[in-house]
């Protein structure tokens, strides 16, 4: 059988499903050629990331395909219910890139309250001319340590963030709606361990106590953070999206970031991917990156291996 891994998939992905006797191509297929693609090719398991999309009429127009899947956590580039009443297997790996997508949010956290987000931009044009002007400006972070952290989404993700913001000595604060309490595990090199327990909040409660908040819920209908929303928050918040694009309203980011009522913000996914409005890509105190949350060597190689055993298991059981 064959597998299209149209947006890619990891050496020990394609490794593990050859050694099953699949045959795997990392072909990169334009979306409109997809179809014939899948079908002149006879392609039995088709796995994206979030450039390719599987809509009806592709699930339709493909009749050989039994899988789907998904390498990483949310699907909204998948018509899931769908394939599914079809008979497909529609498969996906929320765990794997956790851990890479908690340490961007606090790359981020970090640039933010040391104004790296700047200076990064600055000490090249002016560092040789500039130097003390500069160090005067950058010379009054602050430390993440002490501070209150809040999470919205406190899925497995959430927990990831919350894990290091519980090691960096924050006070972490989390609302779900379906997540009603965790117990928070805590590692240390040594195997040494603690267990914090945490119950979530309102949103609006996160709103007005924290001084970082960190987004982490599935692509909505309506913005998660708006206008009102922001009106809130704290004075000076730090506000961090390494979820979904369009969660927030990116218009009501940039005025709160121009009055000061947010301090900074770091954003990894857009409302218009993948060309990001130019007044966000050009706003000072924005830190940005282009959707690489999960894109770490280590993320990559789970994913690909958990793709892997979950095809095996479907097709070779």
């Known amino acids: 059988m064959k597998v299209l891994a149209n947006d890619?998939?990891?050496?020990?992905?394609?490794?593990?499903?050859?050694?099953?006797?699949?045959?795997?191509?990392?072909?990169?297929?334009?979306?409109?050629?997809?179809?014939?693609?899948?079908?002149?090719?006879?392609?039995?398991?088709?796995?994206?990331?979030?450039?390719?999309?599987?809509?009806?009429?592709?699930?339709?127009?493909?009749?050989n395909l039994k899988i789907i899947g998904r390498g990483g956590v949310g699907m909204d580039n998948i018509d899931v219910e769908y394939a599914r009443k079809k008979g497909l297997d529609?498969?996906?790996?929320?765990?794997?890139?956790?851990?890479?997508?908690?340490?961007?949010?606090?790359?981020?956290?970090?640039?933010?309250?040391?104004?790296?987000?700047?200076?990064?931009?600055?000490?090249?044009?002016?560092?040789?001319?500039?130097?003390?002007?500069?160090?005067?400006?950058?010379?009054?972070?602050?430390?993440?340590?002490?501070?209150?952290?809040?999470?919205?989404?406190?899925?497995?993700?959430?927990?990831?963030?919350?894990?290091?913001?519980?090691?960096?000595?924050?006070?972490?604060?989390?609302?779900?709606?379906?997540?009603?309490?965790?117990?928070?595990?805590?590692?240390?090199?040594?195997?040494?361990?603690?267990?914090?327990?945490i119950e979530t909040e309102s949103i609006e409660s996160i709103l007005k106590q924290s001084d970082f908040i960190s987004l982490h819920v599935p692509a909505q209908k309506d913005y998660v953070i708006g206008k009102d929303q922001i009106n809130k928050m704290k004075d000076g918040v730090g506000l961090i999206n390494a979820a979904r694009g369009g969660v927030i309203d990116e218009a009501a980011l940039i005025n709160a970031l121009e009055?000061?009522?947010?301090?900074?913000?770091?954003?990894?996914?857009f409302e218009n991917e993948p060309t990001p409005a130019i007044q966000v890509l050009m706003n000072g105190r924005l830190s940005l990156t282009p959707h690489i949350g999960a894109a770490t060597n280590e993320a990559q190689d789970r994913i690909g291996t958990e793709l892997a055993a979950q095809i095996i298991g479907i097709l070779k059981s």
């Open 90 to 197: 529609v498969i996906n790996t929320p765990a794997a890139s956790s851990s890479s997508v908690a340490e961007l949010v606090f790359a981020h956290l970090y640039g933010g309250v040391r104004y790296l987000y700047d200076s990064n931009r600055n000490m090249p044009l002016d560092g040789d001319t500039k130097f003390k002007a500069l160090k005067k400006n950058y010379a009054k972070g602050s430390e993440l340590r002490g501070k209150t952290l809040g999470i919205i989404g406190f899925g497995r993700i959430g927990q990831e963030v919350a894990k290091i913001g519980l090691g960096v000595g924050m006070k972490v604060i989390a609302s779900d709606l379906y997540v009603p309490k965790a117990t928070i595990k805590v590692d240390f090199f040594d195997g040494q361990f603690i267990n914090i327990d």
């Open 8 to 63: 890619g998939v990891s050496q020990s992905g394609i490794d593990a499903l050859e050694k099953a006797g699949f045959e795997v191509s990392t072909t990169t297929v334009a979306q409109e050629q997809l179809e014939n693609y899948i079908n002149e090719n006879q392609i039995s398991v088709l796995l994206v990331r979030s450039a390719t999309t599987v809509r009806q009429d592709l699930i339709d127009a493909c009749p």
């Open 259 to 269: 009055s000061g009522k947010i301090a900074f913000a770091g954003l990894d996914t």
